[in-house]
């Protein structure tokens, strides 16, 4: 099994990327055959014509066939056991070469995946993408943030000239995590109270 570092790739993982590999190396090697099946396609006279769409015809069922059992493979990952990877079959299909990247790489914490669309500069798309997966509470570690936590991120959208990114989300989160922990346990009025000190 294909590991990455000490960890192994899920098997349902594993097995889409080894049908859409081999769907990939079929085509290429039939495309070939018909490359070599075909040499006067391009030749003036019946007979080019009549090999140039016979070629057509081979390499556009190679294509299909390609197509086919690559969108079979997708689909499997719909009845996968991990949340990420079934709400990424479910959901992600139009980027699906960036989604291959991911579920490569699964299982794996948010900070990994991250770091990961840094390095593939998938900014915009990831970005979205993260927001979304989380609110659906299948990221891992992660804990689907709350109406009111969510109508906080989405004013702060509306009152400034563009959207956070997730640096930027994720340093206010952790500035209510710590209101909520202060507000629960008392213990910032109970300093202030002592102090005198005055919250700007």
Known sequence: ??????????PEVQKYI???????????AAVAAADK???????FG??????????????????????????????????SGDPLVKWIAENCAEYREQAQCILAVLPATVEELDDLADTNEWCPVWDAFRREAIDAGV???????????????ERINEESCCRMDRRVMRRIDKALDALVHEVLTG???ATEAKGGAVRA
Do not use: H, I
């Not at 099994?1 to 899920?10: D, H, I, P």
């Not at 080894?18 to 290429?28: G, K, L, M, N, P």
């Not at 390499?59 to 009845?79: E, G, H, I, P, S």
């Open 1 to 10: 099994m294909a590991k990455q570092g000490a960890r192994q790739m899920l």
């Open 18 to 28: 080894e049908s859409f590999e081999a769907a990939r190396s079929t085509q290429e």
């Open 37 to 43: 099946k075909y040499p006067e396609r391009y030749s």
């Open 46 to 79: 019946e007979d080019g014509r009549r090999q140039a769409s016979a070629y057509s015809e081979e390499v556009q069922k190679a294509y299909n066939t390609r197509a086919d059992v690559q969108a079979d493979a997708w689909d499997a990952l719909k009845t």
């Open 139 to 153: 990221m891992p570690g992660v804990t689907p943030p709350s109406p009111a936590r969510k109508a906080v991120f």
């Open 187 to 189: 213990s910032g009025s």
